[in-house]
T-cell receptor
Framework: AQSVTQLGSHVSVSEGALVLLRCNYSSSVPPYLFWYVQYPNQGLQLLLKYTTGATLVKGINGFEAEFKKSETSFHLTKPSAHMSDAAEYFCAVSGAGGYQKVTFGTGTKLQVIP | DGGITQSPKYLFRKEGQNVTLSCEQNLNHDAMYWYRQDPGQGLRLIYYSQIVNDFQKGDIAEGYSVSREKKESFPLTVTSAQKNPTAFYLC?????????????FGSGTRLTVV
């Protein structure tokens, strides 16, 4: 069984400030972890993913996330928020090995204040 | 370019009507999925299919039906038995290693009951 918890359904940051979106996971097998972004009335787009290897992964649009096994976390960060970052972000988890469905979190809406 | 096409983008349904949402992919993916998205509830899995002529219920299959007659197509029918169908519907696809590579999403269909 696997699950994802995203802390904070809404996050507001000022333009130019650090973005931190929190994600904790639960998985009975080694996890694969994903962050997706969704702009209004659009589908989800893959931002970045962790499978194996380096625990700090970089994605598109300047985002990065760090896999911390001891904390079962995969938080998403960006050093400086831009107005175009305003969107909803979803953390997701699947299990390594064989066919595994992806389980999504409930999402965090990021507001960027000018 | 490969991708997933959902149509129509907006759909209006009268009470008691069945409606069918289209989803077509040209990514040669084996697996396809339908999700329902409501504000604050994240993505909820309706149905998924890993192979032609076979599909499985997700978490909220009641009031919905699907078919998978071709690898490229996975239409969703919202029946009159679905009491609250107004929502944003997302189709996704993946290889059978979807847990590793992640999912590719369409741009969604917004269904409104009038």
């Amino acid at each position: 069984a696997q699950s994802v918890t995203q802390l904070g359904s809404h996050v507001s940051v000022s333009e130019g400030a650090l973005v931190l979106l929190r994600c904790n996971y639960s998985s009975s097998v080694p996890p694969y972890l994903f962050w997706y972004v969704q702009y209004p009335n659009q589908g989800l787009q893959l931002l970045l993913k962790y499978t194996t290897g380096a625990t700090l992964v970089k994605g598109i649009n300047g985002f990065e996330a760090e896999f911390k096994k001891s904390e079962t976390s995969f938080h998403l960060t960006k050093p400086s928020a831009h107005m175009s970052d305003a969107a909803e972000y979803f953390c997701a988890v699947s299990g390594a090995g064989g066919y595994q469905k992806v389980t999504f979190g409930t999402g965090t809406k990021l507001q960027v204040i000018p | 370019d490969g991708g997933i096409t959902q149509s129509p983008k907006y759909l209006f349904r009268k009470e008691g009507q069945n409606v069918t949402l289209s989803c077509e992919q040209n990514l040669n993916h084996d697996a396809m999925y339908w999700y329902r998205q409501d504000p604050g509830q994240g993505l909820r899995l309706i149905y998924y299919s890993q192979i032609v002529n076979d599909f499985q219920k997700g978490d909220i299959a009641e009031g919905y039906s699907v078919s998978r007659e071709k690898k490229e197509s996975f239409p969703l029918t919202v029946t009159s038995a679905q009491k609250n169908p107004t929502a944003f519907y997302l189709c996704a696809s993946s290889s059978l290693q979807g847990g590793y590579y992640g999912y590719t999403f369409g741009s969604g269909t917004r269904l409104t009951v009038v």
